[in-house]
């Protein structure tokens, strides 16, 4: 078969099932894609045949065998912040380019449990920081509906490989916007779940107290799939919650659209930067939703303004703690030559960063320091506080909130916005974290110049399965999640 990159993964499920197709033949159909269309994309940062080809023979083995999960076979890209036993997790720094982890993620251990195939790990921005994908230490990656534009970051590898049907779906991990951004930018389908749902062992740290990793797919049925293998308490990690999952697959039909209460912000609309294109497909898209039985409800997010300070002093504070361990010593990079110890510690890390990491590093130790720290981050820390209450109490009277998941589609590489540019097209995002609440991205059409604009729908605490539902029925009465970028259509 030469089109399996167009099955969806109850497709692939339900083939590799009743044998249609074999695991080995599916995972050297991807392999090959990535060989031959990969080198325009520059999704992947290390692809892994020998050990996917591996596992799909193993894979193979346990369908005939009769043991094998619904997944079992299917294979899978992670974002390379996610630590892979024997094969090298770089989180797209220099830093750790010579890294490779003794252990396993506890998401990737899952995927293995659960019979997926490691096709091989995409590419990021260092450590989780930007919008692009281009502060990565291995070079940009392209947005696959246009390779001169960026395909949003920092899981643009993951967004990219899966827009351009180089992995059927992929991890992704959401620190302030990392998979609902990407997934927006590449028409994608991106859950950023509650924070605690998803297990963080063994997945490098950006701010620990917003990092959450999640499903980036073309469906909201196919992220569905891949929660099902994700979610779920951890005893490797506190802050992972001891809560029962839910069956997201089955749930898929299970939140009627019919009656659902969708908040409009009334400040989101009116973000100085917001498209015209942007704003109108979203429109449309709840138009749409509307039409499905949906009631539209104006509310007040009175702490918007709020968002970007807020986050930019508590994201790169947990930063510059987090940061601390990448010292040269016991692994990652190491200065040649080092004079004493603090020249060892100071020239690795200098040489070892890149750019918007040393920045964040500054920030963070700034807003940290002990006659600025009750200034910054404990301001920041209530106003936290503030973001959240503001989202609890607009959940009194709506089921889901939209918005834009960002205000513009896809920039241009290399069109170098200053930090603080970049840092406002986060404001739809950010906040989402702040509070700890599940938000999901939904393509819904296009600009002028043919990119993707996607809808944020966010949820109150552990709703992951109603926002899948919403957005399943929505792709079920429309086809925007069915467009495929012109370099996916080609057949290899
Ligand atoms: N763009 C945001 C930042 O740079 C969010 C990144 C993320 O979610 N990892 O911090």
Not at 27 to 56: G, P, W
Not at 231 to 254: P, Q, R
């Amino acid at each position: 078969m030469t089109d399996l990159h167009r099955l969806s993964i109850r497709e692939l499920s339900e083939g590799l099932a009743s044998a249609k197709f074999s695991s080995r033949e599916l995972t050297e159909h991807y392999l090959k894609r990535i060989e031959k269309i990969d080198a325009q994309v520059k999704s992947y940062v290390t692809v892994t045949a020998e050990q996917a080809l591996a596992q799909a023979d193993a894979a193979d083995a346990a369908l005939k065998a009769g043991n094998a999960t619904p997944l079992t076979g299917v294979p899978i890209a992670h974002k390379d912040i996610f630590c892979t036993q024997g094969i090298k997790t770089t989180a797209g720094s220099k830093i750790l380019d010579n890294f490779i982890s003794p252990y396993d993620a506890t998401v990737v251990a899952k995927g293995k449990a659960a019979g997926l195939v490691t096709l091989g790990k995409v590419n990021m921005d260092e450590f989780a920081m930007g919008s692009t994908s281009e502060n990565s230490y291995y070079g940009a990656t392209a947005n696959p509906w246009n390779l001169s534009h960026v395909p949003g970051g920092s899981s643009g590898g993951s967004a990219a490989a899966v827009a351009a049907d180089l992995a059927p779906f992929a991890t992704g991990t959401d620190t302030g916007g990392s998979i609902r951004q990407p997934a927006s930018f590449c028409g994608l389908t991106g859950l950023k779940p509650t924070y605690g749902r998803v297990s963080r062992f063994g997945m490098i740290a950006y701010a620990s107290s917003l990092d959450q990793g999640g499903p980036m797919a073309r469906s909201a049925e196919d992220c569905a799939y891949l929660m099902n293998v994700m979610a779920g308490h951890d005893a490797k990690d506190s802050t992972s919650v001891e809560k029962d999952v839910d069956n997201y697959v089955a749930n898929l039909n299970g939140t009627s659209v019919k009656g659902l209460r969708i908040g409009i912000p009334k400040q989101y609309f009116n973000v100085a930067g917001l498209d015209a294109d942007v704003k109108a497909r979203v429109e449309e898209s709840l138009k749409k939703l509307e039409e499905m039985g949906a009631t539209l409800v104006e509310i007040d997010l009175t702490m918007t303004d709020a968002y970007v300070p807020t986050y930019y002093l508590i994201a790169p504070a947990e930063a510059s703690s987090n940061l601390q361990r990448f010292d040269g010593v016991r692994y990652g990079y190491r200065c040649e030559n080092p004079v004493d110890l603090m020249d060892l510690y100071k020239r690795s890390r200098s040489e070892g960063f890149g750019a918007e990491v040393q920045r964040r590093i500054l920030i963070g130790t700034y807003a940290l320091s002990a006659g600025y720290y009750d200034a910054y981050y404990v301001k920041a820390q209530k106003v936290r506080r503030l973001i959240q209450q503001d989202f609890l109490k607009a959940f009194e009277s709506v089921d889901v909130i939209a918005a834009p998941a960002a205000p513009t589609t896809a920039y241009k590489i290399g069109a170098n916005l200053s930090p603080v540019e970049m840092y406002l097209g986060d404001i739809y995002t950010i906040a989402v974290n702040l509070a700890g609440l599940p938000a999901i991205n939904a393509p819904v059409g296009f600009d002028k110049d043919n990119l993707p604009v996607g809808l944020q729908l966010i949820g109150n605490y552990w709703s992951e399965s109603q926002l899948l539902s919403v957005v399943h029925q929505y792709q079920q009465a429309t086809d925007w999640h069915t467009k495929r970028a012109a370099i996916a259509e080609e057949n290899v």
